[in-house]
T-cell receptor, first 112, second 114 residues
Framework: TQLLEQSPQFLSIQEGENLTVYCNSSSVFSSLQWYRQEPGEGPVLLVTVVTGGEVKKLKRLTFQFGDARKDSSLHITAAQPGDTGLYLCAGLTTSGTYKYIFGTGTRLKVLA | KAGVTQTPRYLIKTRGQQVTLSCSPISGHRSVSWYQQTPGQGLQFLFE???????NKGNFPGRFSGRQFSNSRSEMNVSTLELGDSALYLC?????????????FGEGSRLTVL
């Protein structure tokens, strides 16, 4: 069974602080996506990384795909209350058939 | 354009009953996937439909079933409900199947089983 472990599970920080969320697996993924989900809504895609070692930046968010395509990280600089939400990584597996495996989630709360 | 629409948004059932949830994908999207979200297990993949055919299935018992219609709308059914089926059921649509594109999620149907 392919699993994606995210750490930390919960994070409560003050506005302006930096943070990093990790997404780890023993399996190789064709690509990896990060989603953010806010209460009462479905997850919304933030980014897709495809190549091992790839780094993508989205304003204050920096995403990195591990060289071996087994892990990823999300770094937020100067967090704001609007960053509050559940962050989910999702790896695309192509062993057998295509499907997304979602991580366990990181619940972030940024306090003003 | 209109997003993914799921109905009903909330429902309460009792053990042993069955439930049908509906999902209307974004216009032009032919792939619909279903996920179960619970605090303990996170998002678990149920199944994916593309052009009325089930393309992929997760590790759920046969009580969970689905179908897709010619207009790409999809339904999922859970029979003989159990307490553990209480969850948020999310539907996601995408343009194509099997190419790792963006999943567009609906707001979900929150099922409570008493």
């Amino acid at each position: 069974t392919q699993l994606l472990e995210q750490s930390p599970q919960f994070l409560s920080i003050q506005e302006g602080e930096n943070l990093t969320v990790y997404c780890n697996s023993s399996s190789v993924f064709s690509s990896l996506q990060w989603y953010r989900q806010e209460p009462g809504e479905g997850p919304v895609l933030l980014v897709t990384v495809v190549t091992g070692g790839e780094v993508k930046k989205l304003k204050r968010l920096t995403f990195q795909f591990g060289d071996a395509r087994k892990d990823s990280s999300l770094h937020i600089t100067a967090a704001q209350p609007g960053d509050t939400g559940l962050y989910l990584c999702a790896g695309l597996t192509t062993s057998g058939t295509y499907k997304y495996i979602f991580g366990t989630g990181t619940r972030l709360k940024v306090l003003a | 354009k209109a997003g993914v629409t799921q109905t009903p948004r909330y429902l309460i059932k009792t053990r042993g009953q069955q439930v049908t949830l509906s999902c209307s994908p974004i216009s032009g999207h032919r792939s619909v996937s279903w996920y179960q979200q619970t605090p303990g297990q996170g998002l678990q993949f149920l199944f994916e439909y593309f052009s009325e055919t089930q393309r992929n299935k997760g590790n759920f018992p046969g009580r969970f079933s689905g179908r897709q219609f010619s207009n790409s709308r999809s339904e999922m059914n859970v029979s003989t409900l159990e307490l553990g089926d209480s969850a948020l059921y999310l539907c996601a649509s995408s343009l194509r199947s099997g190419v790792g594109g963006e999943l567009f999620f609906g707001e979900g149907s929150r099922l409570t089983v008493l």
